[in-house]
């Protein structure tokens, strides 16, 4: 272990004697420890900070790279009475983002019309990757990040399961599949023995080169994509590859309410499957349409119209 790494465990063991809340914090510290120690760096500077903060793998229209930067700080605040030569960033460095954008719920045509684009890729390989990827984050909701780290290992095809490990939070998770997923992800493992006989690295989706996918390539093809189908032209802002975790939860909670279901009893299920903290985080995407708006203000008043019967 290095010196920044024990200090790092000293610092969180700390802040846990002192009550806070450190979920984030024991899942990023660490990446940002192992970052230092690649890098050779002896400690932490204000350029090092923000290379961690503004990584390949962070999309810059969300807050990942501010709340990095705040971790970040707060452990440079923290090694500056260790090592004089610490450089604390200054507050403010990466702003939050201050507006909220209402998703971009996907069409079911939009998604076919991405994931046949993505077919129509110039190379074998990319394109069952882009179409494979599309198609399961759609159909599952998960983050993209959690798709990028899938490992081969993770996949247990008796069972039909996702092994989702240490995601948001520092949590894991099942997440059972249809056995169309199944079926699909079983083309693309096949297409991908045959053109990638050799892969660098244990993840299931693959590279051109062999290696583990990067967020910052999934989110330019994806982009491409939306511009080459025309798909969100007419949106206020660009679709994000993000709001297809968006969609798979509107299209859920928007299929329960028309079903009559009893959404509210629902919602813990759908929290896990997402890998969400608690229930109050899947509320969240009832504000994401105005149609699952009017459905829950319905449903609820045909609960008080009962209620006073």
Same mark, same amino acid.
């Given at each position: 272990?290095?010196?920044?790494?024990?200090?790092?465990?000293?610092?969180?063991?700390?802040?846990?004697?002192?009550?806070?809340?450190?979920?984030?914090?024991?899942?990023?510290?660490?990446?940002?420890?192992?970052?230092?120690?690649?890098?050779?760096?002896?400690?932490?500077?204000?350029?090092?900070?923000?290379?961690?903060?503004?990584?390949?793998?962070?999309?810059?229209?969300?807050?990942?790279?501010?709340?990095?930067?705040?971790?970040?700080?707060?452990?440079?605040?923290?090694?500056?009475?260790?090592? $004089?030569? @610490?450089?604390? $960033?200054? &507050?403010?460095?990466?702003?939050? $983002?201050?507006?909220?954008?209402?998703?971009?719920?996907?069409?079911?045509?939009?998604?076919?019309?991405?994931?046949?684009?993505?077919?129509?890729?110039?190379?074998? %390989?990319?394109?069952?990757?882009?179409?494979?990827?599309?198609? %399961?984050?759609?159909?599952?909701?998960?983050?993209?990040?959690?798709?990028?780290?899938?490992?081969?290992?993770?996949?247990?095809?008796?069972?039909?399961?996702? %092994?989702?490990?240490?995601?948001?939070?520092?949590?894991?998770?099942?997440? $059972?599949?249809?056995?169309? =997923?199944?079926?699909?992800?079983?083309?693309? /493992? /096949?297409?991908?023995? +045959?053109?990638?006989?050799?892969?660098?690295?244990?993840?299931?989706?693959?590279?051109?080169?062999?290696? /583990?996918?990067?967020?910052?390539?999934?989110?330019?093809?994806? /982009?491409? %994509?939306?511009?080459? =189908?025309?798909?969100?032209? +007419?949106?206020?802002?660009?679709?994000?590859?993000?709001?297809?975790?968006?969609?798979?939860?509107?299209?859920?909670?928007?299929?329960?309410?028309?079903?009559?279901?009893?959404?509210?009893?629902?919602?813990? @299920?759908?929290?896990?499957?997402?890998?969400?903290?608690?229930?109050?985080?899947?509320?969240?995407?009832?504000?994401?349409?105005?149609?699952?708006? &009017?459905?829950?203000?319905? +449903?609820?008043?045909?609960?008080?119209?009962?209620?006073?019967?």
């Amino acid at each position: 272990m290095s010196a920044l790494s024990e200090a790092a465990v000293d610092y969180l063991r700390l802040r846990n004697r002192l009550g806070h809340d450190l979920a984030e914090y024991h899942r990023l510290l660490p990446r940002f420890v192992a970052y230092l120690d690649d890098t050779e760096a002896p400690t932490v500077t204000v350029a090092a900070a923000l290379a961690w903060a503004y990584g390949p793998d962070v999309d810059p229209m969300t807050s990942v790279a501010a709340r990095r930067m705040t971790i970040a700080r707060g452990f440079a605040r923290h090694m500056a009475g260790i090592d $004089p030569r @610490t450089q604390i $960033p200054p &507050a403010g460095l990466i702003a939050f $983002p201050k507006r909220w954008h209402p998703p971009f719920i996907f069409e079911p045509g939009d998604i076919d019309a991405l994931m046949a684009a993505a077919q129509g890729l110039r190379w074998p %390989l990319p394109a069952a990757t882009h179409s494979t990827l599309i198609g %399961l984050l759609a159909v599952t909701g998960m983050r993209v990040g959690e798709v990028i780290s899938l490992d081969r290992a993770d996949i247990d095809w008796q069972e039909g399961t996702l %092994l989702i490990r240490e995601s948001k939070f520092g949590k894991s998770r099942l997440v $059972p599949i249809l056995p169309s =997923t199944l079926a699909a992800l079983d083309r693309y /493992r /096949r297409i991908r023995e +045959q053109k990638c006989s050799r892969p660098t690295t244990p993840a299931f989706f693959v590279s051109i080169r062999g290696g /583990r996918m990067s967020y910052q390539c999934v989110h330019d093809v994806f /982009r491409n %994509l939306c511009d080459h =189908t025309g798909t969100g032209s +007419q949106a206020a802002r660009p679709p994000r590859i993000h709001d297809l975790r968006h969609t798979f939860a509107v299209r859920t909670l928007l299929g329960w309410y028309q079903a009559g279901d009893d959404v509210e009893a629902k919602l813990p @299920t759908l929290s896990t499957y997402l890998g969400h903290r608690d229930p109050r985080s899947t509320y969240w995407y009832l504000s994401a349409a105005p149609e699952l708006l &009017a459905l829950a203000a319905q +449903q609820l008043e045909l609960s008080r119209e009962g209620e006073a019967r």
